[in-house]
């Protein structure tokens, strides 16, 4: 499951950045009613499928598809818009550790994809450090603080070292019975990936179509975050946070997204939906709603 974390929390910003360098087009296709299928019917498909097991991610890309999409486009590294390393000291709960977690290993996902070892470093060193604050034992984090220094300069080793210590965390969670913690650390990343990207490329008084449409193309992966979640509804907070998702729902469901019908392919293995046209009827005025209520979410999330 972490490492489909580090694969779907970062696909947002990405697709979004690649979306933002791309010049904008006039679209011609048109679009029949009775021709049309919501992608809310393909979600109810793929809830049949996935019914007797826990949720599963779809649409989703690998760190090394996204970095050789930053390199394609030439994204602008924005530190600023992450979330700072020393606010890591003021989480003691268990539970706000976990959702920042998840927080911080999107934040150094970004990092990665730009090159910046002393972040990268840093990042990791306080992604260790929380890892060890969930209780999880030194004897199992074997990434030590030695090796992480030797890899300073090298940022793709840092962030496989991330993705064994986010490996091992699971792990221990589940055998603990902690899989609510687990939950958490998928949720965090979630919402920092959105935040991220709504924050660092959606420009409100020239708003570019194709990043409304990739923002609009969050519908579905809300909905399987949100029943992914309802697995863990004994911890008060994800039942917390599961309520603000749930606002943040009610505006994604005020607009539809349409496929030709016939033209769209549930991909079960790869995890993906295929499709060579769709439509959305989605405004810019939702956009700017959704922005601020993940802007909402995320603060309280790292506060």
Known sequence: MFEKLLKFSVIFLFVFLLASCQPSQERKQQFVDKDLESLDEISDQIEELIEDEKSIFYGLYSPFEVSQIFERIGAVYTPQILNPIRKSSQYSSSSKIAVNLGVYGVDLSYIKMFNQPQDALNYMLVINKLARELGIPEEILIISLESIEKNLAD??????????????????????????????????????????????????????????????????????????????????????????????????DEFEIYFEKGDVEIDTVNQVIKANKNHMDISREIVFKIKSIVETIRGEIVI
């Open 155 to 252: 940022t793709d080793s840092l962030v496989q070292m991330a993705s064994s210590t986010f490996a091992v965390t699971e792990n221990y969670l589940k055998e603990q019975n902690r899989e609510s913690a687990a939950g958490l650390i998928i949720l965090g990343g979630w919402v920092e990936a959105l935040y991220i990207a709504t924050t660092s490329l959606y420009d409100e008084e020239n708003p570019n179509q194709e990043i409304i449409e990739r923002i609009a193309e969050q519908k579905y992966s809300l909905n399987s975050l949100i029943s992914f979640m309802k697995n863990y509804y004994d911890d008060p907070m994800v039942v917390y946070y599961l309520r603000m998702l749930k606002v943040l729902k009610k505006y994604f």
